[in-house]
């Protein structure tokens, strides 16, 4: 039996300057309470080794396999709208003022529940706890690389359905990018685009440039999830820069799943193409199962690479002109991000190290 430790002393510190992040998977967010809640009896032990990927995994699909078991404890309203709940009370602990969140509709449905009724229900749960926090988000639905033409499409379909909601506001393709094509994804891309739904994907993680060239030739991307193995082929850099397609960048998440390719996050090719002039921000991908917080993430790249407090803003201030909310929202949070001043609320707590 493992006794669950008490949580850390936490003191009063100032309120740090507001955040963004655009990458961020609603099945890789969920903390130990949570877990405990939707599956009673799960030890601390059994939590950090089988919904807590270790910092260095075997590759993509072994670090897959623990959102895979998280999944199957999101099967009904309830545990969708604790789940959101959850994932909103991490984003207050790390000051994030706007997130954008993704999931795979499809794959909440062994409980009974339609695909409509799941995006419904995750739609509810994020509007709810985003009145109720202050921290804004919209809604991003994957489709899968395993999926067929169908499955995709019927995603595509869900989302360009949804769009008049104000909620969901972009498609994206997640998944073993290592192990299946585009071919059963290039239709279902091609209707959300027609339907004004904004369009992102993952590459550039587990293949090389060719599979983000891939991407931007058949699916017609405004972002890409990752794609920090652009910085391969100076061609595939330039291609990127050139067509104002921006990164998701998810620095420790990378160093989990990519190998060698990344042995230490020292490796990790974020500063040079940043540095190269590509449009990037930080996102965290997946904050349970990577455990890692945005505040964590900035405090790496400072020390990795030295990157100031002033570079950090410009990551966040990339990511909120390249959201997928509406201009409104837009503006309201560049004046937030530009402001000298400390938005008005109460000091935040953050845990003593
Ligand atoms: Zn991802």
Same mark, same amino acid.
């Given at each position: 039996?493992?006794?669950?430790?008490?949580?850390?002393?936490?003191?009063?510190?100032?309120?740090?300057?507001?955040?963004?992040?655009?990458?961020?998977?609603?099945?890789?967010?969920?903390?130990?309470?949570?877990?405990?809640?939707?599956?009673?009896?799960?030890?601390?032990?059994?939590?950090?080794?089988?919904?807590?990927?270790?910092?260095?995994?075997?590759?993509?699909?072994?670090?897959?396999?623990?959102?895979?078991?998280?999944?199957?404890?999101?099967?009904?309203?309830?545990?969708?709208?604790?789940?959101?709940?959850?994932?909103?009370?991490?984003?207050?602990?790390?000051?994030?003022?706007?997130?954008?969140?993704?999931?795979?509709?499809?794959?909440?449905?062994?409980?009974?529940?339609?695909?409509?009724?799941?995006?419904?229900?995750?739609?509810?749960?994020?509007?709810?706890?985003?009145?109720?926090?202050?921290?804004?988000?919209?809604?991003?639905?994957?489709?899968?690389?395993?999926?067929?033409?169908?499955?995709?499409?019927?995603?595509?379909?869900?989302?360009?359905?949804?769009?008049?909601?104000?909620?969901?506001?972009?498609?994206?393709? $997640?998944? /073993?990018? =290592?192990?299946?094509? +585009?071919? *059963?994804?290039? %239709?279902? #891309?091609?209707? &959300?685009?027609?339907?004004?739904?904004?369009?992102?994907?993952?590459?550039?993680?587990?293949?090389?440039?060719?599979?983000?060239?891939?991407?931007?030739?058949?699916?017609?991307?405004?972002?890409?999830?990752?794609?920090?193995?652009?910085?391969?082929?100076?061609?595939?850099?330039?291609?990127?820069?050139?067509?104002?397609?921006?990164?998701?960048?998810?620095?420790?998440?990378?160093?989990?799943?990519?190998?060698?390719?990344?042995?230490?996050?020292?490796?990790?090719?974020?500063?040079?193409?940043?540095?190269?002039?590509?449009?990037?921000?930080?996102?965290?991908?997946?904050?349970?199962?990577?455990?890692?917080?945005?505040?964590?993430?900035?405090?790496?790249?400072?020390?990795?690479?030295?990157?100031? $407090?002033? /570079?950090? =803003?410009?990551?966040? +201030?990339? *990511?909120?002109? %390249?959201? #997928?909310?509406? &201009?409104?929202?837009?503006?309201?949070?560049?004046?937030?991000?530009?402001?000298?001043?400390?938005?008005?609320?109460?000091?935040?707590?953050?845990?003593?190290?």
């Amino acid at each position: 039996m493992v006794k669950i430790q008490r949580e850390p002393l936490m003191e009063v510190l100032p309120r740090p300057q507001p955040k963004a992040e655009l990458h961020l998977h609603l099945d890789c967010c969920v903390s130990y309470a949570c877990v405990a809640a939707l599956r009673p009896g799960t030890s601390l032990a059994e939590y950090l080794r089988d919904y807590v990927a270790p910092a260095k995994c075997a590759n993509l699909v072994d670090f897959l396999t623990r959102p895979t078991r998280i999944v199957q404890l999101m099967q009904t309203p309830r545990a969708l709208r604790l789940v959101t709940d959850d994932l909103f009370a991490q984003l207050v602990a790390d000051n994030v003022a706007y997130a954008e969140i993704r999931f795979a509709p499809l794959l909440h449905t062994a409980g009974g529940m339609r695909p409509e009724r799941v995006v419904e229900e995750v739609e509810t749960a994020v509007a709810q706890a985003s009145d109720a926090t202050g921290v804004r988000a919209s809604v991003i639905l994957c489709t899968l690389r395993h999926f067929d033409a169908d499955a995709s499409m019927a995603t595509a379909r869900l989302a360009a359905a949804r769009l008049d909601g104000g909620v969901v506001t972009g498609f994206d393709l $997640a998944g /073993d990018e =290592a192990g299946f094509g +585009l071919d *059963a994804h290039v %239709a279902a #891309f091609r209707h &959300a685009r027609e339907h004004g739904v904004r369009i992102t994907a993952h590459a550039g993680e587990s293949r090389g440039a060719d599979g983000v060239n891939d991407v931007l030739d058949r699916l017609g991307p405004e972002r890409i999830g990752h794609g920090v193995r652009s910085i391969e082929d100076e061609r595939t850099v330039e291609r990127l820069i050139a067509g104002g397609v921006h990164l998701e960048v998810c620095p420790t998440s990378n160093v989990q799943t990519m190998g060698r390719l990344v042995p230490s996050y020292a490796d990790h090719p974020v500063d040079r193409l940043r540095s190269a002039g590509i449009s990037l921000s930080i996102s965290t991908d997946a904050r349970t199962v990577a455990n890692v917080t945005l505040d964590r993430e900035y405090e790496r790249l400072r020390r990795a690479f030295g990157w100031t $407090a002033d /570079d950090l =803003a410009r990551c966040n +201030l990339a *990511a909120v002109q %390249a959201s #997928f909310t509406d &201009a409104t929202l837009r503006q309201e949070l560049v004046r937030m991000f530009t402001s000298p001043a400390c938005p008005p609320g109460p000091p935040a707590k953050i845990a003593a190290p």
